[in-house]
């Protein structure tokens, strides 16, 4: 390892850092390294939209905060100098002599030092502001877009042929270090620095993808995109005649990909276990919802940079690392798989099986009440969901006129503490894309109304008037502001629990993803088996479902 500090796990690839240097000439190559790998890694994660960086007020725009542009140049005011107000360059000494090639950049005129216009390559669109509150984030980040020049060039490398790139590259981060090099630090792909749990208790880095199936993908994402243009539209809403013929040719092109591209009956899936000739679970998954410009091109920009990353590593692998979010929560960097949308997950892990706990934060919820013997009648709504979500959620549906998608992140919001109100403030309202009417019914819903009066009281039992709050994997939270952030602590905390049980039961190259309240494997698994690990691990007696991809 190079550096004495942990090492970071924002990585890029080092063929793009090469890239920028070919392309952006000495205006790029005399910034000190720090600058440059601070601009790779804004290329890298921003060039393309997708829902993780998409600017909250301009979705024309990428969001980014001055704690992520610290961890990329160091100090914001560097980054603002280079990019936005011009700066100094001065040659770089040792006590002896100037250092070839070398140059600091200065903020503020000195001597020896030679003024550079700004470079302009990011450019700023919308200011930040602070504003209401809802699941820990506050008001909004600065808007961003990257100018044209930039853009081209990165899209030129995105669909460059492997031929073209350097034999030698990788993902690295700015201090060079490895994606092997870096797990071996954190002893794998989980890096904690809020909670005290053994590093031994981890899940590799490297998570194997299906590349077929990611390209078949593609080409119905392609397929739907070239569908909106020739009938002049953003959306083509579901059930219409020309969403079904769209649904159809999509349905071709997986017939023809599982016998041209090796996902067909008797091919070998990730986990070795053949996978038979059916509609994938990718294909269905966007088939539930319309098809609307933004999904689609969302979801090529996930596949395109799952296919680089492999491109990268020159091998059907990503690398993925996790951070603890403030409840402890498993978060992968930049969202890569685990937020991307579930058609792309679907299709990178085809042949693996995803064990969700079911209704995980509601059936937690009750077992924390009930060892603290403390039940109340509001609570047996929560007790029917748990006994039959399923049931319950496909009325939901019916009665919404919605997805059992959207029912189930209704009901999680809610699970939290949100209200159920027109308030554009409200997670609802996101939830349910600002469609007035589907608000309207939600608000309206007498069991929903009744869900959300349970965990009210629910609040008052396991909170109340507490100052800090511990949870089940040590980590305090003082002084939680509002209803869903205390409450997303205590749940959180159990799901983590949950999830650090099974991974310390199961072989680290096995484990392909960590998805919150589920865990996706890349071969088969008992779900009595997982239930008994995690009871005997503890003490909460969960059920899992089981969903082969």
């Known amino acids: 390892m190079k550096n004495l500090k942990p090492p970071s796990t924002d990585i890029f690839p080092s063929s793009l850092l090469l890239e920028s240097r070919k392309i952006l000439g000495e205006e790029f190559t005399k910034l000190p390294k720090k600058i440059q790998t601070g601009y790779a890694l804004v290329f890298w994660n921003h060039s393309g939209l997708i829902r993780h960086n998409t600017h909250n007020r301009r979705s024309d725009s990428f969001s980014m905060n001055a704690k992520e542009i610290s961890r990329y140049f160091t100090d914001p005011r560097n ?143 392609n397929h739907c995109q070239r569908a909106l243009k020739y009938y002049e539209t953003e959306t083509l809403r579901k ?138 009648p509001e609570l047996q709504v929560v007790r029917d969901y748990v006994k039959d979500k399923q049931k319950i959620r496909i009325e939901l549906s019916e009665k919404l006129v919605t997805p059992i998608e959207t029912v189930k992140r209704i009901i999680q919001a809610l699970t939290y503490g949100a209200q159920l109100a027109r308030n554009k403030k409200q997670s609802i309202y996101d939830i349910c894309e600002g469609d007035e009417e589907l608000i309207e019914r939600v608000i309206t819903n007498q069991w929903l109304n009744q869900l959300s009066q349970t965990f009210i009281i629910a609040h008052k039992h396991l909170v109340g008037d507490k100052k800090i709050i511990k949870n089940a994997v040590g980590i305090n939270s003082e002084s939680p502001n509002g209803k869903a952030k205390a409450m997303a602590h205590i749940l959180q905390g159990c799901e983590r629990l949950v999830l650090d049980a099974l991974i310390k039961h199961s072989k680290s190259t096995d484990v392909a993803l960590l998805v919150h309240d589920c865990i996706v494997y890349y071969t088969p698994k008992n779900p009595s088996d997982l239930s008994k690990i995690v009871y005997e691990s503890t003490g909460l007696n969960l059920r899992f479902s089981e969903e082969a991809y």
């Open 239 to 376: 059930g219409s005649t020309n969403w079904n013929k769209v649904l159809n040719e999509l349905a071709k092109i997986e017939a023809r990909g599982g016998r041209e591209e090796g996902h067909g009956e008797g091919a070998r899936a990730l986990g070795g276990v053949n996978v038979k000739n059916t509609y994938s679970i990718s294909l269905k998954s966007i088939a539930t919802k319309d098809f609307t410009a933004d999904r689609i091109n969302e979801r090529l920009v996930e596949i395109n940079k799952l296919l680089a990353t492999a491109r990268e590593e020159t091998s059907p692998v990503i690398p993925i690392f996790y951070e603890e979010a403030r409840t402890g929560r498993y978060t992968a960097k930049n969202a890569t798989l685990q937020g991307f949308h579930r058609s792309v997950r679907y299709a990178a892990l085809r042949g693996c099986y995803e064990y969700d706990i079911n209704a995980a934060h509601q059936n937690i919820l009750i077992q924390l009440l009930d060892k603290r013997g403390i039940d109340f």
């Open 79 to 221: 980054f603002r100098a280079v990019n936005d107000n011009g700066y100094y360059l001065k040659q770089k000494y040792t006590h002896h002599s100037a250092i070839e090639g070398q140059y600091v950049a200065l903020r503020k005129e000195a001597e020896g030092a030679r003024y550079c216009e700004p470079t302009k390559w990011v450019i700023k669109t919308s200011e930040a502001f602070k504003g209401w509150t809802e699941a820990g984030v506050i008001g909004s980040f600065n808007g961003y877009i990257l100018n044209s020049k930039v853009q081209r060039f990165i899209e030129a490398w995105f669909a460059q042929p492997e031929s073209e790139l350097p034999q030698i590259r990788g993902m690295i981060n700015q201090h060079g270090d490895s994606v092997k090099q870096i797990a071996s630090y954190y002893g794998g792909a989980i890096h904690r620095n809020l909670s005290k749990v053994s590093k031994a208790i981890n899940i590799h880095e490297q998570v194997k993808i299906n590349i077929e199936s990611l390209q078949t993908h593609k080409e119905q994402l």
